[in-house]
């Protein structure tokens, strides 16, 4: 059987319930984009940006593939700082 609604998995359910759950505050991935090379380089200096670019935060916290992204330029922009 598919997933069904309250059955954990990846399923079309799964999905949905993610997006009915998404903050209002959450830009998605192309604004997050535009500003995740500024939020890279802020938690390299300062720590924890989010209250800098609380949007892109509040994307980061539901979208892997931008979370890989900034793991990326954080680990790029770590080894020209070196």
Not at 17 to 26: H, I, K, M, S
Not at 36 to 65: F, K, M, N, Q, R
């Amino acid at each position: 059987m598919g997933d069904g609604p309250g059955v954990s998995g990846d399923g079309p359910w799964t999905r949905l319930d993610g997006f009915l759950r998404a903050d209002p505050g959450d830009p998605g991935c192309t604004r997050c984009r535009l500003d995740l090379d500024v939020y890279a380089e802020l938690t390299i200096a300062v720590g924890a940006p989010a209250t800098l670019l609380p949007g892109v935060a509040t994307h980061l916290e539901s979208c892997a593939d931008c979370q890989d992204d900034l793991t990326g330029l954080i680990a790029a922009i770590g080894h020209t700082t070196d």
